[in-house]
């Protein structure tokens, strides 16, 4: 590892790891890792001793892209440093990055212990595929109490899986507590860190044993590339992840998508500044508007996770929900009327975003299962860009305005 993978500052590290002329066998002085399209590398002769593990992409040895290509390994170097972690293995997307950890640590018979607040992609992939097809027991708890997470641990648990915060109530759990009380076990603690990404939080300085990132959202952060990654200090965990997912599997990023990665990661630190800058804005407007019953975001001090975020983040981030009042056809009514913001899934990148949960990211859930995690029909998400934060605030008066005031709050001796 070269001295600037880890010393110099991030905002310097978000731009030059990786792609430096030193740091690649490739490069021709050119400041920008080229694109590697190739499939295959012509060796310079025949060893037949020669095995996978001879084979060392940092001297600049290839065999086949799909076990290594030079642009990928620029990221992954990247993703690294910025974690503060020693490995990292770019994948095709978040889900596939996930899935990686999952196939890699979990075992027939072993028990997964997942936040039950999660992206419902993920939320499936635990229940329907691990759970139902793979004889793994899966149990969600509420992991905003390190207590529940205590109490479903067992000698059986192999992974505990935290998202940190939630999509889409944006509720934190504790990594540092938790990772403690897993290890106690011999359980290893997985983080999903998407929503805030290393600018603002890194999990394996917390104690995590693994991040995993739908690089998709804000490390490329322009909505035009799919991709996902892991990231770990643990030497034999990141060889299994890549020989069993990356080399057998073939869950690889393609160069393209590796270079739009890299190129996003430069602005990485000035994009985080902005989205939260224009979140907060938003979030306080939102808060003092009658049309909207509660807003969730760690910044606020109304957020009941205030004091953590505080303590265990170095920022609040670019996404935030909110309560409408009214019933679900108020709610339609107020999104399709926005302008500036794009009904769309998806989030982190410089265009601003807005959608109904329900009805879009965890319409996979069932009525119920939204119910009792707190989604109800008028929960909008939103993932605030870099734009203008008055025209935004702006845009969302508007459309609030086809939102009726919500009920005033009654006291116990009313």
């Known amino acids: 590892m070269n001295r600037d993978d880890r010393t110099n500052e991030f905002d310097t590290r978000a731009v030059t790891v990786g792609e430096k002329p030193a740091d690649r066998a490739d490069a021709a002085g050119d400041v920008v890792s080229p694109i590697h399209l190739a499939s ?3 060796l310079d002769g025949l060893d037949p001793s020669l095995s996978l593990e001879d084979v060392d992409p940092d001297a600049g040895e290839y065999l086949y892209s799909r076990l290594a290509n030079p642009t990928r390994r620029a990221l992954e170097k990247r993703l690294a440093s910025l974690e503060g972690g020693d490995h990292a293995m770019a994948f095709s997307s978040g889900t596939a990055a996930i899935a990686a950890v999952c196939l890699s640590v979990l075992r027939p018979g072993d028990r997964l212990v997942a936040f039950e607040d999660l992206y419902a992609g993920t939320k499936r992939m635990f ?3 691990f759970g139902e097809r793979f004889d793994v027991d899966v149990v969600f708890v509420d992991a905003t109490d390190p207590d529940e997470v205590a109490a479903a641990i067992d000698d059986r648990t192999a992974l505990v899986w935290l ?5 889409p109530l944006i509720r934190l759990c504790d ?3 938790i990772a403690e009380l897993a290890h106690d076990r011999g359980a290893l603690v997985g983080v999903d860190n998407t929503f805030l990404s290393p600018y603002f939080q890194r999990p394996l300085e917390l104690g995590a044993d693994l991040v995993a990132h739908s690089t998709t959202k804000f490390l490329n952060g322009h909505s035009d590339s799919i991709g996902g990654a892991v990231i770990t200090d643990d030497a034999d965990l990141a060889e299994q992840l890549s020989l069993t997912q990356q080399i057998t599997a073939g869950s690889v990023l393609s160069p393209f ?6 190129r996003g990661l430069k602005t990485l630190p000035l994009r985080m500044r902005k989205h939260e800058e224009n979140a907060m804005v938003l979030a306080e407007f939102l808060a003092g508007h009658p049309a909207v019953s ?9 957020h009941p996770q205030h004091d953590l975020a505080t303590r265990q983040q170095s920022g609040f981030g670019g996404v935030l929900s909110f309560e409408l009042a009214g019933d679900r056809d108020d709610a339609v009514a107020f999104l399709e009327s926005l302008e500036e913001f794009a009904l769309a899934v998806s989030l982190g990148g410089v265009e601003s975003l807005i959608e109904l949960p329900a009805a879009m990211t965890h319409e996979p859930l069932d009525p119920e299962t939204r119910r009792e995690l707190g989604i109800t029909d008028t929960l909008v998400r939103m993932s605030v860009g870099v734009e203008d934060a008055a025209d935004l605030r702006a845009d969302l008066a508007q459309g609030l305005s086809r939102v009726p005031a ?3 709050a009654t006291s116990a001796e009313d």
């Open 40 to 42: 295959t590398y012509a």
């Open 127 to 129: 229940t329907d595929l």
């Open 294 to 302: 509660a807003v969730h975001y760690p910044g606020l001090d109304s």
């Open 175 to 177: 990594v540092a507590a």
């Open 163 to 167: 998202e940190t915060p939630t999509n």
């Open 257 to 262: 998508d590796s270079y739009l990665t890299l």
């Open 406 to 408: 919500a009920a005033p």
